[in-house]
């Protein structure tokens, strides 16, 4: 069975910096396309981050330059690291495994000013 457990959100005021950790069982996560998705109260799901098998990466534009994805595979575990955080990043954040149809539950992230 395909698991993921989100972990590391919280409060942060603007400026500040967060690192979410996805860590993943009955699945490899250095042999997935791993994605990160946010959803803020009263808007659509949209995509953060993403990693490829073959390791490249993508960004929303909002999020370029100030957050960064990474995988590490000895502990089969993703992490996006979030700095220089805005109040509009607030959202509950989910990892997500496309190919193993399968999402994490959600881990909140406030950002005051």
């Known amino acids: 069975q395909v698991q993921l457990v989100e972990s590391g959100g919280g409060l942060v005021q603007a400026g500040g910096s967060l690192r979410l950790s996805c860590a993943a069982s009955?699945?490899?996560?250095?042999?997935?396309?791993m994605v990160w998705f946010r959803q803020a109260p009263g808007k659509q799901r949209e995509l953060v981050a993403r990693v490829s098998l073959g390791g490249s990466t993508n960004y929303a534009d909002s999020v370029k330059g100030r957050f960064t994805i990474s995988r590490d595979n000895a502990k089969n575990t993703m992490y996006l690291q979030m700095n220089s955080l805005k109040p509009e990043d607030t959202a509950v954040y989910y990892c997500?495994?496309?190919?193993?149809?399968?999402w994490g539950q959600g881990t909140q992230v406030t950002v005051s000013s």
């Open positions: 997500n495994a496309p190919y193993k149809n399968t």
């Open positions: 009955g699945m490899r996560v250095s042999i997935n396309t």
